[in-house]
């Protein structure tokens, strides 16, 4: 089973939804992350958490919300989804306790369109 | 800013050759740490190697190795004797400890293993 699990895998849907992506994870992480990867431009940081109560903006997260409802999940709501939100999320965790080179574990992403 | 510039977006190299694949980074921070992560059509997010800043040793991987040179703010991969399964898209990447320790990412550069 996979440590960081995200659903769902792929998701169509139209302009105007309410759209939730889960993560969950398995590795007792504190820290989560949210990142978007559009074509051509690397991922960019959402949203990050550092526990239940911790929850911050990162670069681009106009249009976007994120509930931290335990430590091993952290779901990205969009709102009211538009086009421009098309892309591929991925949901990455680490660990707090560890020495900051401890890398951040990802999941498998959901490819999100928006017609 | 800090930022992370991959200036080859696309590489190929013969099965069982070498390739280097370059990064440049920009920080005015000292104590940092770098990475380099694979995705394989598959998607995933896999973590190929890390260094240390604060570290003079180039990090080695099995085949994957690094030339780190900070004073340039260089971080270049080295990939010995390629494999079919090398094929992927690779982002070099670096995190400041301390704050959100998120992943400031390349916008990668494609590589085929050609047989």
């Known amino acids: 089973d996979a440590d960081v699990t995200q659903t769902p895998r792929n998701r169509i849907t139209k302009t105007g939804k309410r759209i939730m992506l889960e993560c969950s994870q398995t590795?007792?992480?504190?820290?989560m992350y949210w990142y978007r990867q559009d074509p051509g431009l690397g991922l960019q940081l959402i949203y990050y958490?550092?526990?239940?109560?911790?929850?911050n903006k990162g670069e681009i997260s106009d249009g976007y919300s994120v509930s931290r409802q335990a430590q091993a999940k952290f779901s990205l709501s969009l709102e009211s989804a538009i086009p421009n939100q098309t892309a591929l999320y991925f949901c990455?965790?680490?660990?707090?306790?560890?020495?900051?080179?401890?890398?951040?574990?990802f999941g498998d992403g959901t490819r999100l369109s928006i017609l | 800013a800090q930022t992370v510039t991959q200036s080859q977006p696309e590489m190929s190299v013969q099965e069982a050759e070498t390739v280097t694949l370059s990064c440049t980074y920009d920080?005015?921070?000292?104590?940092?740490?770098l990475f380099w992560y694979k995705q394989p059509p598959s998607r995933q997010m896999i973590l190929v190697i890390r260094?240390?800043?604060?570290?003079?040793q180039n990090a080695t991987e099995n085949r994957f190795s690094v030339n780190f040179q900070k004073a340039a703010k260089s971080f270049s991969l080295k990939i010995s004797d390629s494999q079919l399964g090398d094929t992927a898209m690779y982002f070099c990447?670096?995190?400041?400890?301390?704050?959100?320790?998120?992943?400031?990412f390349g916008k990668g550069t494609k590589l085929t293993v050609n047989p």
């Open positions: 990447a670096f995190m400041i400890p301390g704050g959100s320790e998120k992943l400031v």
């Open positions: 920080t005015s921070e000292n104590n940092y740490y």
């Open positions: 958490s550092f526990d239940v109560k911790d929850i």
């Open positions: 260094q240390e800043a604060y570290k003079q």
């Open positions: 990455a965790t680490s660990d707090l306790r560890g020495a900051s080179n401890q890398p951040q574990h």
């Open positions: 590795k007792g992480h504190d820290r």
